[in-house]
């Protein structure tokens, strides 16, 4: 009998503590409709991507307070609608839905890996809602409603390809993560190498969440490559880095698409088991123009906790302000007005450069660096490429998304 | 070679805390994870390495002794609800040491460089982690077969209840059993931090291996880890070397299938028959 | 006879069901659309914990890889009723994916339990099949992946996946939104019936007699291997449909929904809500994706950190599952009858008869 009671009372507490825990946490919807513009926003900042996650948070955090500052944006203040989505896709779909249904926000922004970005879509689809996925990734997106403004294989394939096989010989290898990113950027190395007079001579693909290379590193040891071309990502898999250095061949040129520019690998590797490593991005956070070094100074003043400013970072920065050009251009928050509004080739002079939305594949068209770490891991420009467009989607597959939306994503490797 | 040592060193804590008392710590990764930040951030400090390695795994072995003394003392015999609890603990600390100390932390490269046979390069740290997985089975061997501590573990093992009636503190077993296990795996985490980089999911990249080394070997964390972890890194790392690492992945869990399938109680359970009983965890 | 000794008893346990049964009836009429679309999607996730009561509270199967079925259900779902891409035929999808999940729970189910296969095993059988399927379909994005005219998608997954539809006569609607809910709803209501009355069933007491202890069971008489490998094939499907009412729910289904923390989830529900008691297992499991998903619209750092310290106080103040418990004090508030024994275990061994 009186076990029964304390742990009656025990299961009363437990609902209590609960159900406050649970009231603390949910606020910030509460203001009335109309008076603000709302922005949601859906990042990982708990989970396997929180890396990356953290840091596009904290770029919309920076633009909308600069917009705000700024006296807001068609005389309203912008309010960022930001929950939790800890790198799940289900809790993508949740959120989404409440964002767009609940919340009633005007546009969102967000999701990092490709597999949450194909979850939300057809949401977006689904509900008319404007969507930003400011992210690097494999390319091929082609929905009227999404705008994938980070940088795509175009960008960066084919750049990082032409200056290697210049430079180092013809004899390539890849070592690629094994889902769609690694297996799509993959295809498009090897169409590069192709057309660039190169010779694929090893090709290996890496499940995620692989920690342990070593059978790997004896392969392309044997292969003896001219260059190697790493499309590795997450946490697991940057461990190959430390496991090159010590066994791999010395002094190898390397290329890649993502570390580096992404996930810091340099960073948070100890030098030099990124030497000679190439990369092909619109932005890093060492990048040496006025406008990065400024951008990366505001960054870090209001996040000076932060790891690393990547192009991610970058990216959804531009994204946010090139939402709100068009905003400020269409004189609304409708999302046809504003589709229309980008759609007319619209430009904002980013941190990493001019960047312009490409009507027909709702892409970007951007500045393109070279940037080449050394033994330290000092990052220096090599080259750099003006203005690399968006072409595939539009050459290769016939896509106006001005005209007809297909809602799909296309693949080189058909 | 190096599969083995991974498998082996990977599942050797969780090996001796679902052997001894039927608990599966679905926390194991979040351990190891703890025990490469102790050591990396000890390293980072100037402390020279293998004494890093060491602080580590008393690092986590403290850890352990204060969630068994808070939480898992609680659940000694409901080995069910343990995996609440533990999957609990991995939760908060995963997400915990992500609040603390970023997402990321800068760790010293491999000690020890390279040495090179026919032409290919071989790291000579990994080739030391190989040796000591061995030493680590053998001193495990020596514990429980010429202690005073392994003959009770092995009593309770065997018999909790005629183990206590004949003067065991099973309890007292249970905590050992637990801090023993967590050192184990933040000496894991330590050997391991080298060769990683070092993150709050660090240790998510061990659970599946783990998960399946301990199984197939069974209830006794000695025999059946080391002979499941030699046959799996075999499969492992022949038809990763062979087809690529996607095969190697699946390889090494279709093979964890026919195992159980033609041994039903482990290689522990082919091996130890008469001598061990197998736990149930279902109880 | 005992069935109608057991349907008379009234407790607090039957009182709430039938409340919060008229409760979500009604829930539409006074929710807005997003809530109710929302408590759909916790109600499919139920089913995956239904499923998992079934073969481990009461038949004491281990498993950690239901998800595996879930996947099945899910996927096979979706390559159905894309290939047809014929809202008539989502139907046929549904039980196609349903006998197909059912087949494969069959075959899996006998290669397991007339090998011998037990306990923990069992867990760690269904946890390879499920990251073996998970690993297989992250890399399937090419297009020599395919199934009829529908690409697997890798790990980015297959979306645009079409909802249930129905045609009466001339009238056809899709089962979204409410209808969708109600759908759902009066599915789960019906299964929860069923399963109470099995477990109350012949085939309830010998599922529960193979719980209690196997060996005993056999030697009575009960042809274990083969109850073992029907309750896993059933658990098999309520798993599969949970996961064809998730694809129809969110059009989209990709391989993370059977890695290693997705398979962990269900068994972590299950063991906290106090595996003996469906009542407890479904409500227990509304509860908890009601609450995760209120910690993560708070945006906050501590979300995950406040959800792993719920779950262990959980298990540590009330170990027979907290709605077990409410239960069992509110009859002890509302009746001197004597205290009913969460796990039921004493009774069920008792009358369980010869099979």
């Given at each position: 009998m009186r076990n029964y009671k304390k742990s009656l009372f025990y299961v009363v507490f437990l609902i209590i503590v609960s159900s406050i825990l649970t009231a603390c946490g949910d606020?910030?919807?509460s203001k009335a409709e109309g008076d603000t513009i709302k922005l949601g926003v859906l990042e990982d900042r708990s989970g396997d991507f929180a890396l990356v996650g953290i840091q596009k948070s904290h770029a919309v955090e920076l633009a909308v307070e600069e917009i705000n500052d700024n006296g807001g944006l068609l005389g309203k203040q912008i309010e960022i609608v930001a929950p939790d989505t800890q790198s799940d896709d289900k809790r993508f779909q949740e959120m989404a839905r409440k964002l767009i249904l609940?919340?009633?926000?005007?546009v969102i922004m967000g999701a990092f890996s490709s597999a949450s970005r194909e979850a939300i879509r057809p949401i977006m689809e689904e509900n008319k809602m404007l969507y930003f996925y400011n992210n690097q990734y494999e390319g091929g997106v082609a929905s009227k409603y999404t705008f994938p403004t980070g940088a795509v294989p175009e960008h960066q394939v084919m750049t990082v390809m032409e200056y290697m096989i210049e430079n180092y010989g013809s004899n390539v290898y890849t070592i690629a993560a094994d889902y769609n990113f690694g297996q799509i950027t993959a295809d498009w190395v090897r169409m590069a190498a192709e057309d660039l007079g190169g010779k694929i001579v090893g090709e290996e693909f890496i499940p995620l969440g692989e920690s342990q290379f070593n059978s790997s590193i004896n392969k392309i040891q044997k292969a003896k490559p001219d260059f190697l071309i790493v499309l590795l990502t997450g946490e697991k898999q940057s461990s190959f880095y430390e496991q090159w250095n010590t066994q791999?061949?010395?002094?190898l040129p390397m290329a890649t698409t993502i570390n580096m520019a992404q996930q810091y690998e340099h960073i948070r590797s100890e030098a030099p088991a990124l030497a000679h490593m190439h990369v092909a991005a619109p932005f890093m956070e060492e990048m040496d123009t006025p406008e990065a070094k400024e951008f990366v100074e505001k960054f870090r003043k209001k996040f000076p906790d932060d790891d690393y400013v990547g192009m991610e970072a970058e990216a959804q920065y531009t994204g946010v302000n090139l939402w709100a050009k068009a905003v400020e251009q269409a004189g609304t928050t409708d999302v046809d007005k504003v589709i229309a509004e980008l759609e007319n080739g619209l430009s904002w002079e980013a941190p990493s450069g001019k960047v312009t939305i490409d009507p027909k594949s709702h892409h970007a068209v951007k500045d393109v660096y070279l940037f080449y770490a050394d033994e330290n891991h000092k990052i220096s420009t090599l080259y750099k490429w003006d203005q690399v467009e968006p072409f595939w989607l539009h050459e290769e597959k016939g896509i106006d998304l001005t005209q007809d939306s297909p809602n799909q994503q296309y693949t080189p490797i058909d | 070679m190096d599969s083995f040592s991974f498998l082996i060193l990977s599942a050797i804590g969780l090996a001796i805390i679902f052997g001894m008392m039927?608990?599966?710590?679905?926390a194991h990764g979040e351990f190891i994870m703890l025990g490469a930040y102790i050591t990396t951030l000890s390293c980072l400090a100037g402390v020279p390495i293998p004494i890093a390695i060491i602080l580590g795994s008393i690092g986590v072995g403290i850890f352990g002794f204060i969630v068994d003394k808070l939480i898992i003392r609680h659940l000694y015999g409901r080995p069910q609800d343990s995996v609440v609890a533990t999957w609990g603990i991995s939760l908060i600390m995963g997400q915990g040491m992500l609040i603390l100390m970023g997402p990321s932390l800068q760790g010293p490269s491999t000690p020890l460089g390279s040495f090179s046979v026919g032409g290919i390069n071989y790291s000579l740290y990994r080739l030391i982690l190989t040796i000591i997985a061995c030493l680590l089975v053998v001193l495990l061997y020596w514990v429980f077969m010429h202690t005073k501590f392994g003959l009770r573990s092995r009593a309770t093992m065997q018999n909790e209840e005629i183990a206590r009636s004949l003067g065991t503190n099973t309890s007292q077993m249970y905590t050992l059993t637990f801090v023993v296990g967590s050192m184990f795996a933040g000496l894991t985490g330590g050997l391991f931090s080298f060769t990683m980089t070092i993150g709050p999911t660090f240790g998510t990249g061990f659970l599946m291996e783990s998960f399946v080394t301990v199984i197939v070997g069974g209830a006794n964390p000695l025999i059946g880890t080391v002979m499941s972890g030699g046959t799996l890194g075999i499969v492992h790392s022949a038809l990763s070397y062979i087809f690529g690492t996607f095969i190697g992945r699946v390889g090494l869990l279709v093979a964890a299938i026919i195992f159980i399938r033609l041994w039903p109680t482990g290689f522990s359970g082919l091996l130890e028959k008469k001598i061990l009983r197998v736990k149930k965890t279902n109880g | 006879m005992d069935n109608l000794k057991n349907f008379k008893k009234i407790d607090s346990e039957k009182i709430t069901m039938l409340v919060l049964c008229i409760v979500f009836l009604l829930f539409p009429l006074i929710a807005s659309a997003y809530d109710v679309l929302n408590m759909s999607y916790f109600f499919s996730m139920v089913f995956l914990s239904m499923s998992l009561w079934l073969i481990w509270g009461l038949t004491g199967i281990f498993s950690f890889g239901q998800t595996a079925f879930f996947g099945v259900g899910a996927y096979a779902y979706a390559m159905i009723s894309m290939n047809f891409n014929n809202n008539t035929m989502t139907i046929v999808a549904l039980v196609g994916a349903l006998v197909i999940a059912w087949i494969l729970a069959l075959l899996l189910g006998y290669f397991m339990f007339y090998g011998g296969v037990n306990d923990v095993f069992v867990g760690l059988i269904t946890l390879c099949v499920t990251l073996v399927m998970a690993t297989f379909l992250a890399q399937s994005a090419g297009s020599q992946w395919k199934i009829g005219s529908v690409l697997l998608g890798g790990d980015n997954g297959i979306n645009n996946i079409p909802p249930l539809s129905i045609e009466i006569g001339s009238i056809q609607f899709s089962l979204v939104g409410t209808y969708q809910y109600y759908f759902i709803i009066l599915v789960l209501i019906g299964f929860y019936l069923f399963l109470r009355k099995m477990q109350h069933g012949k085939m309830g007491y010998s599922f529960v007699a193979i719980r209690e202890n196997r060996e005993r069971s056999q030697l009575l008489g009960y042809n274990i291997s083969l109850l073992q490998t029907l309750s896993f094939s059933f658990g098999g499907v309520l798993a599969a449909f949970s996961g064809v009412l998730y694809v129809t729910w969110g059009g989209y289904i990709s391989p993370s929904a059977m890695g290693i923390s997705a398979a962990a989830l269900p068994v972590v529900l299950v063991a906290a809500a106090g595996r003996n008691n469906l009542s407890g297992v479904m409500i227990f499991t509304v509860l908890y994706y009601f609450l995760s998903q209120k910690l993560s619209v708070s945006g906050s750092e501590y979300a995950l950190v406040i959800l792993g310290f719920i779950l262990i106080m959980v298990i540590l103040i009330v170990p027979k599952g907290i709605v077990v418990t409410i239960f069992n004090a509110l009859d002890r508030l509302f009746s001197s009858r004597r205290r009913r024994d969460a796990n039921d275990t004493a009774s069920d061994t008792k009358q369980a008869g010869t099979y």
């Open positions: 606020d910030g919807s609940k919340d009633k926000v005007d791999g061949i010395k002094d | 039927g608990v599966i710590n679905l | -």
